[in-house]
């Protein structure tokens, strides 16, 4: 059986990145090490070994293994065989705890946005000038779709996903002339901003009181009319903002 081809965006990031630049040492180096091998092991396609963790991550095997051990007993990882760790039940139950009622609202829209369009479709919402993933939906009926994790996350100021969301707020002076623009049409559109060879296109959520939610978004490889898919996303995203 042929399996669909996926491409997959994933998220990498280094020390500087972590910290926002700051390169001091983290208050507590256990549980920075702790969170760094679930995340390694969370963006990881395949099973990732003790060996692995511990060569990535500049730790010794002992230290690897009581981190992956300790994640396993929280069920944040499991073992798949002899084959290395994979991401653990436990990572689904914190995903439904954050932000649960954007995700109640926007799930609905993403399976049809993401069906009807057959490109993947999520929601990110703004946090600490970054637009970060809470939400993934990939189409159910294609061959070839991007694979796009929960928690993948980039700097605001680029991308369709970072300029919907600053659209959705007050203009500000010395903005991106593009934030301008989703500003005035709705939504958003960029090429390869984040991601080398993707396209997205987002629109922002605004609830009644006026303020900016979240935004809906598209993301995929091929060259297409971006015009009347702007819309369809910005239909998506008014649908989100009426079940909030």
Known sequence: MTLPRRTTASVSHSENDRDGGNTSRPASQTLDRGLRTLGLVADSDQPISVAEVAA?????????????RTLEDHHLVQRDGD????????????????HPTLQ????PELTTLANDTGMTAFFVVLEQGEAVTIAVV????????????PGARHRADRGAPGIALLAGR???????AEVTAARERGWASSHAEVYAGLRAVASPVV?????????????????????????RVRAAALSVAGAL
């Open 104 to 107: 109640s609202a926007a799930l």
């Open 170 to 176: 007050p203009a500000r002076q010395r903005e991106r």
């Open 83 to 98: 084959r290395g760790y994979v991401a653990g039940t436990g990572l689904a139950v914190l995903a439904r705890r954050v």
């Open 56 to 68: 990535q991550l500049g730790l010794h095997r002992s230290i690897a293994y009581r981190m992956l």
């Open 138 to 149: 990939e189409p159910s009926h294609t061959g070839a779709h991007v694979a796009y994790r």
């Open 207 to 231: 609830d009644g009181s006026g303020t900016c939610r979240g935004a809906v978004c598209v993301v995929f490889v091929e060259d297409v009319d971006v015009a009347p898919l702007g819309e």
